[in-house]
């Protein structure tokens, strides 16, 4: 045993050492013959038997030792996985000739628990006739796996049964701990007297609940007094609006400010029209419409809120100005006119500027596409210049590649030769091992029978002892319990009661809960509709705002129309005209360029052209004054907006 437990650790050193990607198997093996020169010639022997068979059926024994590690032996370490590969190579290939006394004595020399979970795993017939097989199967012929291998290990499996069952018994014995002597006292159950089934008592009658008054309706409806309250207001709110609205339209003459020279404006003339009030539909989400615009406008309660208290704040700042001007404060109509004309000039200065710079942007384009033509002819010059030098380096990169080619064929040739000498080796010796298998084949198959036969009885016992026990089970016994809802348990607890009282008051107290919600429902319910009618007043007052400050702004925009009018088109720079020069010249030297081979000259733009564009420019340069002054405007918002449509 010791003999053999030391070969196993000298191989199981040595297949550590071989790693598969940079060694190589033979020279592995002559590396190996040469360490083991001091040992005798049978250890040499049995050492580079076990060494040469591992690295030769290294894809078989990794399947099965890698499946081991993933099923039953997640908890044995890594180191021991060379281990494992002898046990199965000597399981596979060296049983029939080592025989059954040697393969016990080689395993009982190894770890009692790891020799035996491998084992158990290695021979069980529902391993090794399924997976294993299908496994091996995709590296070999199923034939050859099915006569070589697997057939084999089933003739084994009884006698390594035995080794298991032998090996778990040794383990058992040296995990379990020393019996006592001392003598346990067993405990006995206690004869006690079967108390009698206490009497059902009578029921006693459910008192009836009075019937309750209903709530009277009028207790959920506001009092009368309340309502001709909200309509007094409500009517009051709507005259002090109107009156306001008139106040607005006929405001007096010294609160409009105006200059020296402008004619007053005649009241009778301008009298704007009264609209009706826009219409409501939701509370919470408002939508009203705009006088003389069919599209909707939609506002929410905070939109609307700070809407009302927007035009709140402007009739409050407007009505403090008129009390000012009825008090005799001054006019700033000439300092206004000064500062309208200063800032015209001013936005005349920066629409010139901002041209400018538009005709330096334009002219720093043609400039770049200019660059940019050159630079594209000097890329096509050096392109055509790499193409040649590729084409160059791929004809001799083509020749290097035949010549290799050629090497690589004649060296395959040489390889083929020499593998065709192994495998006529290995083939005699396969011949050899089946000759001395078939002999053992006849004897593994007795003992099978007789197994068999053996497993039918143990089977056939335990058929009639389940029967036997299925038929104390269906004897007829008793396990029901009556139970009395109506009844007390008497615990002697304070407020104990039966299961029927228990039930009559949560139906009770599910009525209370029910009533108390219906309340917080209708009161809710009362204030959802006095918010509603917040909303509504205010979104009249915004609407009438609203129409209010769409006429006087209209009125605003029209007399500033005017005097943009009149005051005329703005002179045209002299920078701008000569960038656009520039611009025209680099522009016609870029076409040139761009078609070398029709160069048209330059031709001059005819006076009724130059004119069209000079208009058109004039034309822009308004458009985008207005455009500024517009977003310039204090009032012009919204609700300036809404009013202009």
Known sequence: MAYHGKCIEIAMKHLDRFQPEKDSPEQFLEAAAASLQTLSPQKQAFIMEILSGCLEYRKLLTIVVDAFYVRDGRLCPRADYS????LCYLAMFQLEDLGFQVFRDVVQAQPTHKACKFLRFLFNPLNLGSWIKDEWSLVYETSHVKENWIDP??????EIQELIDQLQGELTSQLSPPKSKTKVTEPKELSLTTPRPRAIPVPEPVPQVAETRPVPRSTYQPPKEQRLLEMTKRYDRWKAEELLLQANIKELRCAVPRSRGEPQLQDSKKKPRLRLPPRILKAQKLTFYVPNDNAPVKLNTAAILREGALYQRQVEKELQRVDRLVDGAGDFSEFLEWQRRMQAKDREEQLAAGEVRRLRGKLSHEEAALARQQVAREKRRMAELKKEETAERMQRCAERRLQEERSTKELVEQVMETQKNVRVAQTELRKGRRRIAQGV?????????????A??????RRRALVSQLRALEFQPMRRGKLVDLTQTPGHGLEGEMSVVELRERLALLKE??????EERRDQIIQGKRAKSQELRDTVEQVALCRAAMGRSAALRWEEKKARWAAAGAPSQDERVLELQRRIQEK???RRARAAPGHVPAPRAMRPKQRAQLEAQRRLELERSRERWLRAQQPGCGPARRLGAA
Do not use: I
Request: hydrophobic residues 30%; proline residues 3%.
């Open 153 to 158: 290990l089933m003739r084994w499996q009884p």
């Open 455 to 460: 497993a039918k009885e143990e089977q056939r």
């Open 83 to 86: 281990l494992f590969e002898v």
């Open 587 to 589: 522009a016609a030297e």
């Open 512 to 517: 209370t809960r029910r009533r108390q919600e």
């Open 441 to 453: 084949t006849e004897e593994n198959r007795e003992l099978l029978q007789r197994s068999a036969e």
